[in-house]
């Protein structure tokens, strides 16, 4: 096994460590909104949710640096260079996340200041590391853009799939960079704000993500190398041509022209097209030629990001960002359910397919046996779909008794916080959270069972 493989193996922990921490921020936020004044006080609402999505930027960013690592010696068969560097802006990434988190706890919040900025937080969602852990991520996508490039060259070989993984390096790099000035203007902080969120977070790691799921799918099925890099040109395609004009459902929203949410409704939908079309060929391929995947669970969690992705970030998302609905639906629990959809369904399933790979070929397993899996497959997806549904109930009732009847006051808002729909909602979400992390408890001990019977079967066959 390569250097660089191991190095996917820590990753991939620590993606499920910081996930964990997500799970369980996610757990409180929800309590917060069926038992008012809860931990008030100590752990503050605005700190769970700051909690929740900060470890999902970098849990998935973990998973996506553990995939690179993994499957890039075997794509252009050599080690990764510098894997030395990379290593240790993994043990960087590591204590700055601890840190953060620590400071996140304790300390909170800090003064509108120049020192608040660096060492507390930005107070920018999504982004709201202080500067210096944003210095410490840039630095660890700097040394991954590195490191692939430096490989390609080292091994004298460019692949198609390589190829456009060096050309995400660029923007994957260049558009965190919005992360760090600070702009007193604030339609024009929400707007490179904006270019930030669905540049780097929906269209950058969507490149990304195709990447992966190529790569994994020619592991996982022996797909040909045609098929996924077609559909993954025609990702590229999509991304420069719809993701920039998609970004438009969010201009609308910081006084440019109405055209804009018209623009951006539309196009911000096409995005996943092409990673469903991926999927579908390759299995449909695999059946034709009557091959069978020796690892179920890595097959299954393809699936599910491939319609996920479609359903979550698609389908969900052109029905929120159709002007005449996100008019209404704009910020409230709609939104929510669109992003715990796409995110879930784009990223953290594709994530979780490379890991049970990763298990199967670092444990030299001919298949992953037992039934755990298909409990964390059930739970996980249950839960999830379930708290989608729930915050769409909520989100619903918000944008008719908030907005399309109260008029977006705060007597509205306050009112609608009691609407019978709302409130049924958000125990539901609870309900199902809770579900989702029974889920989650399971997937891990599936991950740990695995790992410990390829340890047992590979000495077994040492020794004899």
């Given at each position: 096994m390569y250097k660089s493989q191991k190095l996917a193996l820590k990753y991939f922990t620590a993606s499920l460590v910081v996930f964990g921490l997500l799970v369980a921020a996610g757990l409180l936020a929800a309590i917060y909104y069926v038992k008012f004044g809860f931990l008030f006080g100590v752990l503050d609402f605005n700190v769970a949710k700051m909690l929740h999505i900060n470890a999902l930027i970098i849990s998935l960013l973990m998973g996506f640096l553990g995939a690179i690592y993994w499957f890039l010696p075997d794509e252009l068969g050599h080690e990764t260079v510098g894997i030395g560097l990379a290593t240790l802006m993994f043990y960087v990434l590591c204590a700055a996340v601890a840190v953060v988190i620590l400071v996140y706890i304790v300390v909170q919040h800090g003064g509108s200041n120049e020192t608040a900025l660096w060492f507390i937080n930005q107070g920018r969602k999504y982004v709201e590391a202080p500067r210096w852990a944003s210095i410490g991520i840039l630095a660890v996508l700097?040394?991954?853009?590195?490191?692939?490039?430096?490989?390609?060259?080292?091994?004298?070989?460019?692949?198609?799939?390589?190829?456009?993984?060096?050309?995400?390096?660029?923007?994957?790099?260049?558009?965190?960079?919005?992360?760090?000035?600070?702009?007193?203007?604030?339609?024009?902080?929400?707007?490179?704000?904006?270019?930030?969120?669905?540049?780097?977070?929906?269209?950058?790691?969507?490149?990304?993500?195709?990447?992966?799921?190529?790569?994994?799918?020619?592991?996982?099925?022996?797909?040909?190398?045609?098929?996924?890099?077609?559909?993954?040109?025609?990702?590229?395609?999509?991304?420069?041509?719809?993701?920039?004009?998609?970004?438009?459902?969010?201009?609308?929203?910081?006084?440019?022209?109405?055209?804009?949410?018209?623009?951006?409704?539309?196009?911000?939908?096409?995005?996943?097209?092409?990673?469903?079309?991926?999927?579908?060929?390759?299995?449909?391929?695999?059946?034709?030629?009557?091959?069978?995947?020796?690892?179920?669970?890595?097959?299954?969690?393809?699936?599910?990001?491939?319609?996920?992705?479609?359903?979550?970030?698609?389908?969900?998302?052109?029905?929120?960002?159709?002007?005449?609905?996100?008019?209404?639906?704009?910020?409230?629990?709609?939104?929510?359910?669109?992003?715990?959809?796409?995110?879930?369904?784009?990223?953290?399933?594709?994530?979780?397919?490379?890991?049970?790979?990763?298990?199967?070929?670092?444990?030299?397993?001919?298949?992953?046996?037992?039934?755990?899996?298909?409990?964390?497959?059930?739970?996980?997806?249950?839960?999830?779909?379930?708290?989608?549904?729930?915050?769409?109930?909520?989100?619903?009732?918000?944008?008719?008794?908030?907005?399309?009847?109260?008029g977006s006051t705060l007597e509205a808002f306050m009112a609608g916080q009691g609407n019978p729909w709302f409130v049924q909602g958000m125990y539901a979400r609870l309900g199902f959270g809770i579900l989702f992390a029974a889920g989650f408890i399971i997937l891990i001990y599936d991950f740990v069972r695995i790992s410990r019977q390829g340890s047992r079967l590979s000495g077994r066959g040492a020794a004899a």
């Open positions: 700097c040394t991954l853009a590195y490191n692939v490039v430096a490989t390609a060259l080292r091994a004298r070989k460019l692949t198609g799939v390589t190829g456009v993984l060096i050309a995400a390096m660029v923007p994957l790099t260049l558009v965190y960079l919005i992360a760090f000035p600070s702009i007193t203007n604030m339609s024009v902080d929400l707007y490179w704000w904006w270019w930030l969120v669905h540049m780097w977070v929906e269209a950058t790691w969507e490149i990304i993500i195709g990447c992966i799921m190529a790569l994994a799918l020619m592991k996982l099925l022996d797909t040909p190398r045609r098929i996924v890099e077609i559909w993954l040109y025609l990702e590229v395609a999509l991304v420069l041509g719809t993701g920039i004009l998609g970004l438009g459902h969010h201009y609308f929203w910081i006084g440019t022209p109405s055209y804009w949410l018209s623009i951006g409704g539309v196009f911000s939908a096409l995005e996943p097209l092409p990673l469903l079309g991926m999927v579908v060929h390759a299995t449909y391929d695999a059946g034709r030629h009557q091959m069978k995947a020796s690892n179920k669970p890595a097959f299954y969690w393809l699936l599910a990001e491939a319609f996920g992705n479609f359903i979550g970030g698609g389908i969900w998302g052109f029905m929120m960002t159709l002007p005449q609905i996100n008019l209404f639906s704009h910020g409230t629990q709609w939104t929510v359910s669109h992003g715990h959809f796409a995110f879930y369904g784009a990223y953290v399933t594709g994530i979780l397919a490379v890991i049970y790979i990763a298990i199967q070929h670092s444990r030299q397993l001919g298949q992953i046996s037992g039934h755990l899996w298909k409990w964390a497959f059930a739970l996980l997806n249950l839960g999830m779909i379930g708290m989608v549904g729930a915050l769409l109930v909520s989100g619903m009732a918000q944008s008719f008794y908030e907005r399309a009847v109260g």
